[in-house]
């Protein structure tokens, strides 16, 4: 059965992991300086140390914490719980001890010499016990001194109880005697208030505004109610409603009986009558004509009571007029008077409630007298009761020599100065951002790796050591170029035309850009392509020199206009091979790359190739790269391991994409190949050039 494949996750800790204990390997191999010295200074310090040591005496005392007596209903001397311990302590060891002890010593020996002691005090881990120790010189004088501190401590605690509980009763005394003159106060001004008011006819008073001011707004409600309806209302839709009431009131009861004394009856009775003249007449037109006499009557008649409708309609909206000025006048009066209800109202709550806080500070007062005078009695029982909770478990034992092992304290030394020499170069590498491997650049970059080019001691020596040859015995170095070469053969494009015009920067100078550029050249010239290998560098440009050539004019002079391109071409002793090389220099370089000729050259010469290898300038150090960039399919950029600031990196790729650069990959330069992420030096077996012949399995047997 296969077994299941790592994870991805544990895989990319896995190379994390490593590549992050090779950058520690590689930082104390560069750095080794920094462990060493932090350790000698550590040795050398506690060596010091040592050999100043004389011979010390410690005597030992506790201190043990007791119950307290705990009366009922009484508030004895407390402590402060939360940091009661803590508190102790640095009594124990403050100066103002220390210096009565050294008195007292004084004074009960004066045949020991004083010298100088050093006190500890600590709390026994889950007990209510205080272990002291004094150190010094002077065995008898340390002994002494102990029992001195134990005895002044004790005695300065019960000092402080007394000067507090003092101090307490007299700021109690204090604060009984103001609150009984303010008793007083309150009583004199409460019988003064009795005297100018009745507090039963206050009560009285106030019930009775209460039903009066609740009735007149409920009288008010109503006539704003009707004030409403007949300000929304016409005449016409007042009457017709009054004519409704009115023909209800006649359904319900006999007619004669009903006094058809208001508008309402009249205009129900008229209407009645004009119905009755409507409905003879209609009657009569069947059999009459409109100019019989007795139809001109009848439409007199009409006429008439609808005269009368008329009269009764004027007349009730002069009476709902009227009524709606009534209730006006009724509702202002009302206002008035409520109003004024209301703050006869407000005058008897103001004095009730006088009344009422009178009454309620005075209980206040009383309840606090009350209270101080408690604390006073509590206080007193308490001063009267020995309340320390501290006393001596044990006095000063005999002091004993101390003993110290010298070795122990060099190695002491020896493990501080060396953490702090871990500490110091832990600070170095979170401040160093260069990059040592595949894995950390990818936690900076996002784009693609085309390649790793391992480190080799001689192209830093020699230049022209670097270039590949036919049969170069470097095979992990070779390899790494044909792996850029493929990786630029067969990257996934967004269009179908793949770069020929290859542009090669770096950050920085000192990257190796030139010798990467001619051996991707030469590379790329091995698998049979026609490749121009072009000096774009044209302030350092030595790409001539490393092909030993001599190049009187190059770019330069074709960029200027003094010749053509095809006329500057030179052999390289690579077949496939061409190079144009830098040219002459002028004074402006840069201004040769933003003439209109430019492109048009870049163009004639990607034609005229299989692909075309453009060596040029730093990004940061000049502007002629950002300038040329954008007439060439593609760049990649170089940057050389353990060399290059990922901050200026960042930077020069930023300059790029904002000139619209294509930036097809990064190239890594100087590679460790003891990097575990590094897998060509892992198979040198396949290098060998003669394949390892079968045995003869016949002659064998």
């Not at 409630?353 to 408690?374: F, H, S, T, V």
């Amino acid at each position: 059965m296969q077994a299941p494949a790592p994870s991805t996750s544990f895989a990319g800790w896995s190379a994390t992991f490593f590549t992050r204990l090779h950058r520690y390997k590689m930082l104390l191999k560069r750095r080794w300086y920094v462990l060493a010295l932090c350790g000698s200074l550590g040795l050398a310090y506690q060596a010091y140390n040592v050999s100043q040591k004389t011979t010390t005496y410690t005597s030992t005392g506790k201190l043990i914490i007791s119950g307290v007596l705990n009366l009922q209903d009484s508030n004895l001397h407390k402590e402060q719980g939360i940091n009661f311990f803590g508190t102790q302590l640095e009594l124990m060891r403050s100066a103002d001890v220390r210096a009565r002890a050294s008195a007292r010593v004084k004074a009960l020996h004066p045949d020991l010499t004083p010298s100088y002691v050093d006190l500890q005090a600590v709390q026994s881990p889950r007990t209510n016990i205080f272990i002291l120790q004094a150190t010094g010189a002077d065995p008898a004088y340390v002994q002494a001194y102990l029992d001195a501190c134990l005895d002044e401590y004790i005695r300065m605690r019960g000092g402080m109880r007394d000067d507090l509980s003092q101090n307490t009763l007299a700021s109690l005394n204090t604060q009984r005697v103001r609150f009984t003159s303010r008793i007083n106060d309150i009583e004199d001004k409460l019988e003064e208030f009795h005297k100018t008011h009745n507090i039963v006819f206050l009560e009285q008073q106030s019930e009775a505004m209460v039903k009066r001011l609740s009735d007149e707004k409920n009288k008010l409600a109503d006539f704003k109610k009707e004030e409403r309806l007949l300000t929304l209302m016409s005449s016409d839709q007042h009457l017709d409603k009054q004519v409704q009431e009115a023909s209800l009131a006649t359904s319900e009861a006999d007619p004669n009986d009903v006094p058809l004394l208001t508008p309402a009856m009249d205009f129900l009775r008229e209407k009645k009558k004009l119905d009755r003249l409507v409905a003879e007449k209609q009657r009569l037109s069947k059999v009459l004509k409109p100019a019989h006499p007795k139809m001109q009557n009848f439409d007199q008649l009409i006429q008439l009571q609808q005269e009368e409708l008329d009269l009764i309609r004027r007349n009730s909206k002069e009476s709902m007029k009227n009524r709606r000025e009534t209730i006006t006048l009724e509702i202002r009066n009302l206002e008035t008077q409520i109003t004024e209800l209301e703050k006869e109202a407000s005058e008897i709550n103001a004095k009730k409630n006088e009344y009422e806080r009178i009454k309620r500070e005075l209980e206040r007062a009383q309840a606090e007298q009350d209270r101080i005078i408690g604390q006073m009695q509590r206080v007193d029982v308490g001063q009267k009761l020995d309340q320390e909770i501290i006393s001596v478990l044990n006095r000063a034992t005999p002091a004993r020599p101390n003993t110290f092992s010298a070795t122990t304290s060099l190695v002491q030394g020896l493990l501080v100065g060396l953490a702090l020499g871990v500490g110091i170069l832990f600070l170095l590498d979170r401040i160093d951002d260069r990059v040592n491997s595949l894995t950390e650049l990818r936690d900076h970059l996002q784009e693609e790796v085309l390649g790793q080019i391992p480190l080799d001691a001689n192209v830093a020596q020699s230049p022209e050591s670097g270039l590949i040859v036919p049969e170069d015995p470097r095979h992990i170095y070779v390899e790494s170029f044909r792996n850029v070469r493929s990786s630029l053969l067969y990257m996934e494009l967004d269009t179908n035309e793949r770069p020929k015009s290859l542009l090669v920067t770096s950050a920085i100078p000192n990257e190796g850009k030139s010798t990467f550029s001619t051996n991707l050249a030469i590379t790329m010239a091995f698998s049979g392509s026609r490749v121009l290998l072009i000096d774009a560098d044209l302030r350092r440009g030595s790409l001539d020199r490393s092909f030993k050539l001599n190049a009187d004019q190059g770019l330069a002079d074709c960029l200027g206009g003094k010749a053509k391109w095809q006329d500057l071409i030179l052999k390289t002793g690579y077949d496939n091979l061409e190079l144009l090389p830098r040219g002459n220099t002028p004074g402006n370089p840069g201004e040769l790359f933003l003439q209109s000729n430019t492109s048009e050259i870049f163009r004639e010469i990607r034609d005229a190739y299989d692909y075309v290898v453009v060596d040029s300038a730093p990004v940061l150090a000049t502007d002629d790269t950002p300038t040329l960039a954008p007439s060439i399919d593609g760049t990649i950029f170089l940057l050389r391991m353990s060399h290059t600031s990922m901050r200026l990196v960042t930077n020069a790729l930023q300059n790029l994409y904002q000139r619209q650069v294509n930036v097809l990959g990064l190239a890594m330069n100087c590679v460790n190949t003891q990097l575990p992420e590094y897998y060509y030096y892992q198979y040198q077996e396949y290098y060998s050039s003669r394949p390892q012949q079968p045995q003869d399995l016949s002659k064998k047997s």
